[in-house]
């Protein structure tokens, strides 16, 4: 028996739930400290993203905290080690079961409540920008969105690896963040299109969109020769026209992705690659997730509303256990 958060009608109740689940041999199972709330967890909730076929129901994509077991098959983890994990769900709960591939050691001198925010914007922010663009040094981003957990981390990993990052977003308070975390570019969006303050800017090679809908156009009339579109979300609407002209002559790319529905060797090749590459960054100093607040796990109602109304700059957290 553990305990997990419930969709009951229009309600989220903190309460027991049953888990016969055994340890497969690949798995560890983790007593869970920390958690994070991700737009996600909003859509699941809404009955318009359900988890992948064969995942867990309950909410939550990543977790920190504690391995309290392990299959047959793991290496590399011992019982007690702290560590954070990427998940397809099962994050607001007491424990969840997980592939081995898919846990990393927290960053040397993390506590877990700040290392529960680096699985998923971290993992996300490198599939899309190293290995869906394939960015190399010196392209340029767009970022819309940029305030979030993941455009703040977008930020950081670009311009740490030699890309320049504009960042859009609807709030000046949130775009100053921006500016401080690297982007050298930035547009309110209250203020009307982003298409010539992005030009006047030099143009880009790469646009990060998590809104879709009327920005597609746009984005097309900013992006260079050879040029990538990566679609991460819909809050824009699901629908946008797109110039197949521009997209011919220019060599265009437009690329939809998600990290959830992946396999465990994607999702494996994306842990192992933040390890080796932004896990000494961490641990340096030189980048750092940016966690906006953090909520006892009872109040996750309140959490969920504060990123609906994209209150929070960074991460939002949920606590727990201890």
Known sequence: MMKAIKIVGDSLVWEDY???????????????????????????????YPPPPGASEILGLEVSGRIAAIGEAVTGFEVGDEVCALLTGGGYATKVVVPAAQVLPIPKGYS??????????????????????????????????????????????????????????????????????GATGTWNRKNGSFVDAVKSWGG???????????YIKDDQKVLS?????????????????????????????????????RSVADKERVMQDLYRHVWPLLVAGQIEPVIDSAWPIEQVEDAMAHVEANKNTGKVLLQIGE
């Open 112 to 181: 877990l409540q700040k290392a529960a925010a680096l699985p998923e914007v971290f993992a996300t922010a490198w599939l899309n920008l190293y290995q869906e663009a394939d960015l190399r040094p010196g392209e340029r981003v767009l970022l819309h969105a940029a305030g979030s957990g993941l455009g703040t981390t977008v930020i950081q990993i670009a311009t740490a690896f030699g890309n320049p990052v504009f960042a859009t977003a609807g709030d000046d308070d949130k775009l100053e963040v921006c500016r401080k975390l």
């Open 204 to 214: 880009v090679d790469m646009v990060l969109d998590p809104v879709g809908g009327g």
């Open 18 to 48: 049953a888990s016969s689940e055994e340890l497969p041999a690949n798995h560890v199972e983790i007593d869970v400290v920390w958690t994070a709330v991700n737009r996600a967890d909003l859509s699941q909730r809404a009955g318009v």
């Open 225 to 261: 020769v050879d040029g990538r579109i990566v679609l991460i979300g819909l809050l824009g609407g699901r629908f946008s026209e797109v110039d197949l002209g521009l997209m011919l002559m220019k060599r265009h790319k437009l690329i939809g992705s998600t990290l959830r529905s």
